[in-house]
């Protein structure tokens, strides 16, 4: 079932943003909160145990279809040129969908249900190697991907019920990642971001990278609105488990400094 399999393909939809945009260092503790969105379209391949691999693409209207719930936030402190960055991400997604054939003249009924919840956690530390109109900074730290898969299939017929099951997984593994960003003020209102990041290894994913474009606005002295484009690719392949991943969209967030 595409949609049932849609699900998986959703299991590494949301990574995390190494905190869009720092606070300004200023000799004492700053903190940033910065609730957001990210709009994807999903290009994936799942495969849990045996082939078959399962092939997903979704655009942002599939994946805000199936969202049940969803939060995402993430949180800077900055002191100096030294800045603690966290981020995370929970995700409830569910779908269903009833197929019917006839065969020798007796209608069979496939029915599958499932739902996905995902978890996705990092914490890291940013060092301000550059500071001015153009700052850039560097850092690195750990992200932590949990995938729950709960599905219910059926086959019925002539309203008899002939087989049922209910397949599920738990998958959960850590990436370290290393990244650089860079700031570029435009006026004291507006500036411009860039951000990329690499990490997996091998520890955890095989690789994963990611990149974004962006853009912030102050609308005062303590809150920010930003936006702009990210891509993220993922590839993780152990123990059976099989997870290929391209990730692109818009995010919009709004960041509160205190």
């Known amino acids: ?17 190494s905190g869009p945009a720092l606070a300004q260092a200023s000799g004492a503790w700053r903190y940033e909160l910065t609730p957001y969105l ?50 995370g991400v929970y995700a409830k997604l569910s779908d269903s969908a009833t197929v019917t054939n006839t ?4 209608p069979l009924s496939r029915s599958a249900a499932g739902n996905i919840k995902v978890g996705l956690f990092s914490g890291g530390v940013a060092y301000r190697a550059l500071e001015g109109g153009t ?19 059926s086959l019925a017929a002539r309203n008899a019920l002939l087989l049922a099951a209910s397949p599920g997984f738990t998958r959960y593994w850590t990436d370290p ?3 650089a960003r ?54 993780y392949d152990k123990d059976g488990f099989k997870y290929k991943s391209d990730i692109r969209g818009l995010y919009l967030g709004a960041g509160i400094r205190f």
């Open 182 to 235: 860079v700031q570029h003020a435009l006026t004291e209102q507006w500036a411009l971001l860039g951000y990329a990041d690499v990490g997996g290894f091998g520890i955890g994913s095989d690789i994963t990278w990611q990149a974004l474009a962006g853009a912030s606005y102050a609308a005062n002295e303590s809150v920010s609105i930003k936006f702009g484009y990210r891509f993220l690719h993922t590839d």
């Open 135 to 153: 700052s850039v900074d560097l850092g690195g730290g750990l992200r932590y991907n949990r995938i729950d898969v709960d599905a219910d299939l």
């Open 1 to 17: 079932m595409k949609r049932a399999s849609l699900s998986l393909g959703i299991a590494l939809t949301f990574n995390l943003v």
């Open 103 to 106: 065969v020798a003249g007796v």
């Open 38 to 87: 990210w709009s994807t379209a999903i290009k994936s391949e799942v495969r849990n145990g045996p082939p078959p691999t399962v092939q997903t693409e979704m655009h942002p209207g599939d994946v805000f279809k199936g969202l049940d719930f969803g939060l995402m936030g993430a949180f800077e402190a900055r002191r100096d040129r030294w800045g603690l960055l966290f981020d």
């Open 177 to 179: 990642y290393i990244g």
